[in-house]
Each structure stands twice: as C-alpha cells, then as structure tokens.
T-cell receptor
Framework: GAVVSQHPSWVICKSGTSVKIECRSL??????MFWYRQFPKQSLMLMAT?????????EQGVEKDKFLINHASLTLSTLTVTSAHPEDSSFYIC????????????FGDGTRLSIL | AQSVAQPEDQVNVAEGNPLTVKCTYS??????LFWYVQYPNRGLQFLLK??????LVKGSYGFEAEFNKSQTSFHLKKPSALVSDSALYFC???????????????FGAGTQVVVTP
C-alpha cells in the first residue's frame, strides 16, 4: 500500500521551455504533498509543501514563480518548472502523506530533468 | 534548531556480516524518527519509524533500529547484510511540539552502503 506514482521519470528539453511533473497517490489520500530536489550523491532538499486546495508553502530560497506547484485534489500534485534553464537540471522527487504526524511520507520514484 | 547527522559517508560490509548505519539527531522536544532507503534513480522507500514505546523498532527487509534517547541516536541495523542491501540510506527526523507545519522531515546527508559478495 501507500504507492506514489511520479511521471515522467526522465525528461530532456531545451532551455526556455516549461516542464510539468505529476505526482499521484494511488491508494491513499495525500492531504499533504512535498516536493524535493536532489543533487548527485546528496541529500534531499525540500522545495515546498502543499496541502490540498491551498497554496504551496515554499522553503527559503526557492522561487515560487519558477517552480509552480498545484495540489488540486487529494491524489494529485503537479510541479511545473517554468522557463527551465540548465541550472534547473536535477532529480526531483515528490512525496505524500495521508495526515497524522506519526505517518511516514511515501515517495515517488523521482524525475530526472535535463535542460539542454 | 533541529539537525540530523549521519557521520559516515559510506559503510562497507561483507555479505553475511552485520550492518550498522549510524544516525544522531538534535531536536527540541520529542522526535519522530524514520529510516529510508534509496536505490539508484529511484525515490525513497520507507524502512521503519520510531514514534513511542519499545526502543527497538523492526522494519522492512530485516532491518531494525534502536532509539537511544540519552545518546540521541537512532542507528539502523541488520544482522546479516545482503548484496542487494547496497543502496543509499537516509535517516530523518520530525520534531514534535513545535509549529512544524504538516509533518516536514529533516533528512541526514545519507550513507552509502556497499555490501560485497
């Protein structure tokens, strides 16, 4: 149980384009979803937290106009990287939790984003 | 301020030997503690958690962890390592009694485990 599906798993695109990443909770309702960025051989860096139906809360230093997050339903959150540039290339991972402070976050398999 | 430390970048162990991955934490209040494992180009998989109660927590794939409040540690252990256990392991903490919003986790830097045949 507690499966999170993240798509696409890998995307390559030209500089200046926008890329949308989807994160779906398949067998639970994710009241809260998190978006992370991970650089090679490093830990996860939290970008933002979103609750269903509310605006996302961004971590310090994360540009909310660059990384648009939508959490329109209890099973779907999207991250759009707008006008992507090579420095946005990274591994992006989403996670969801069904609520309750003692519940673990369940992670998607990540999206490898490469901007040429 | 809360923090999680994984003092070892990499742990090497021979297959069949015991495996220990260290984690210490510093938080205000009582923490919830988690271990996750990450395989290459994949997301994180939940292994186990400590919330309250017995200090020895058993999790997935034969892993267990021991919560030690006096030493503020939560080391991950497996009695007999497998080659397939080779992966990146993350310790994470969620502090309680704070205004922490929506259960955010603080992750350690990760420890690469290499199990040799």
């Amino acid at each position: 149980g507690a499966v999170v599906s993240q798509h696409p798993s890998w995307v390559i695109c030209k500089s200046g384009t926008s890329v949308k990443i989807e994160c779906r909770s398949l067998d639970f309702q994710a009241t809260t979803m998190f978006w992370y960025r991970q650089f090679p051989k490093q830990s996860l860096m939290l970008m933002a937290t979103s609750n269903e139906g509310s605006k996302a809360t961004y971590e310090q230093g994360v540009e909310k106009d660059k990384f648009l997050i939508n959490h329109a339903s209890l099973t779907l959150s999207t991250l759009t990287v707008t006008s992507a540039h090579p420095e946005d290339s990274s591994f992006y991972i989403c996670s969801g939790t069904g609520g309750g402070s003692n519940q673990p976050q369940h992670f998607g398999d990540g999206t490898r984003l490469s901007i040429l | 301020a809360q923090s999680v430390a994984q003092p070892e970048d990499q742990v090497n162990v021979a297959e069949g030997n015991p495996l220990t991955v260290k984690c210490t934490y510093s938080v205000s209040g009582n923490p919830y503690l988690f271990w996750y494992v990450q395989y290459p180009n994949r997301g994180l998989q939940f292994l186990l958690k400590y919330i309250t109660g017995d200090n020895l927590v058993k999790g997935s794939y034969g892993f267990e962890a021991e919560f030690n409040k006096s030493q503020t540690s939560f080391h991950l252990k497996k009695p007999s390592a497998l080659v397939s256990d080779s992966a990146l392991y993350f310790c994470a903490v969620r502090p309680l009694g704070t205004t922490d919003s929506w259960g955010k986790l603080q992750f350690g830097a990760g420890t690469q485990v290499v199990v040799t045949p």
